[in-house]
């Protein structure tokens, strides 16, 4: 009689017990539940998990392993004496995870909030690539305007008085004038050897520290220190995927216009690539005495000759023109010839756009660095000469105005 009663007992304790270890349990999962509906949904959602690792015997690891790694792993008895090690494994790969949202992310159009790299010295060692300057010497084949070499493959006819027409973009009053952005951001330079780069393509990284963005961080300070406003988007427009980054960069500048109607000018800034027979990388270079070596460059000009709506690609053309003769007066071998092409490359979207190639691939991010800075320098001074000019020609002749009251003393 006594055991009957013992057994009834422990049963009573054990029933207390699995009633207060449930209570707690739900309790903890439907913590979170704002409503009675969301309470259910989330008892539906974890009791299926918790039988199987009940049935399991899984139920107080708290490692984090699911079920199916549980079950998996049981089946080794290798496996199961390392299952901590499983689970430290696992544990780590879900906080390298990025989370999803399942939805595809749109191009952002708004300036991306990093801090820039540190800009190096602008000489630095040789990285090793074979160096060339490419300047053109038979002006067969180009149209010559001034110092300014054009390729031209389009259909259309260029004469140098349109080319030396005044250009139609000017700066305005207030607001962000320039863009400057990246449609191929992930385009890499050359570092020293033994920098530890890591690569996502052939010469592309993201790592800022050799890519154009970098370049692009150079001009954009450059161009604030000279009084003009800018923005400078450091999206990578090519990466992870190459393709469409034209059409994921047009939404990017239409966002920025719409936002920002004071925009002027948009750069985008790139850079080549010039290889030997055998594959090799060769750079492209500009000596400059005791400013070191920099980066050759060349503006890319996009034209109607695709069949696509660009009617105003000769306002551009006429932009490229007058940077391109300012810094070949100040630096004669820094630019290699304009080439204009059949496509827009999304100049169409302002009378102020230029595609802007800084070196090429085997050129340092050094020597591309200083092209840059020694680009923006002058795209500034011709930018504000116009601006300047204009100002000059407005203001009425000294004499003209009105008297000042109160005569003060006469000129000398």
């Known amino acids: 009689m006594k055991q009957k009663k013992s057994l009834r007992s422990a049963l009573r304790r054990l029933e207390a017990a699995l009633l207060a270890a449930g209570t707690l349990w739900i309790a903890a999962v439907t913590a979170g539940s704002d409503t009675a509906a969301a309470a259910v949904s989330a008892l539906a959602a974890a009791l299926p998990e918790r039988a199987l690792r009940w049935e399991l015997g899984d139920l107080g690891t708290g490692d984090g392993l699911s079920p199916a790694a549980a079950l998996a792993i049981g089946e080794s008895s290798l496996l199961l004496s390392a299952r901590g090690d499983v689970a430290e494994l696992q544990a780590l790969e879900r ?15 708004m300036p991306v909030e990093e801090t820039p790299v540190e800009p190096a010295a602008p000489i630095a060692a040789d990285n090793g690539v074979p160096a060339k300057t490419l300047i053109p010497t038979d002006p067969s084949g180009y149209t010559v305007c001034g110092r300014v070499y054009v390729s031209n493959s389009t259909e259309h006819a260029l004469s140098v008085s349109e080319l030396q027409a005044p ?10 004038q320039v863009l400057i952005l990246h449609t191929h951001g992930s385009e890499a330079y050359t570092p020293v050897p033994g920098t530890e780069i890591v690569w996502s393509g052939d010469y592309r990284t993201t790592d800022y520290r050799c890519n154009v963005v970098r370049v692009g961080d150079e001009m954009a300070e450059v161009l604030g220190e000279a009084g003009i406003a800018v923005l400078h988007d450091r999206t990578l427009y090519d990466y992870p995927n190459y393709t469409g980054a034209y059409d994921r960069a047009l939404t990017a500048i239409r966002g920025y216009l719409e936002k920002y109607p004071s925009i002027r000018f948009v750069l985008d800034v ?15 270079v500009s000596e400059l005495g005791d400013q070191g070596t920099a980066a050759q460059m060349s503006l890319v000009m996009g034209s109607d000759g695709s069949g696509l709506e660009h009617p105003l690609w000769l306002e551009n053309l006429r932009l490229a023109a007058a940077v391109q003769q300012d ?11 304009v080439l204009l092409r059949n496509s827009r490359y999304n100049q169409h979207a302002t009378t102020g756009s230029l595609l802007l190639e800084v070196g090429a691939a085997g050129n340092s991010p050094e020597e591309a660095v200083l092209a840059g800075r020694l680009f923006a320098e002058r795209f500034a001074a011709v930018l504000l000469e116009k601006r300047d000019g204009a100002e000059s020609a407005e203001a009425p002749e000294s004499g003209d105005g009105p008297e000042e009251e109160g005569g003060g003393e006469a000129a000398s």
Do not use: C, S
């Open 167 to 176: 250009f139609a973009a000017a700066l305005g009053e207030e607001g962000p």
């Open 95 to 109: 906080q390298e995870q990025p989370e999803e949202d399942g939805e595809t992310q749109a191009p952002i159009v």
């Open 270 to 284: 790139h850079r080549d690539a010039i290889e030997d027979g055998q594959g090799n990388q060769h750079k492209v």
């Open 327 to 337: 810094v070949l007066e100040h630096y004669p071998t820094l630019m290699r010839p």
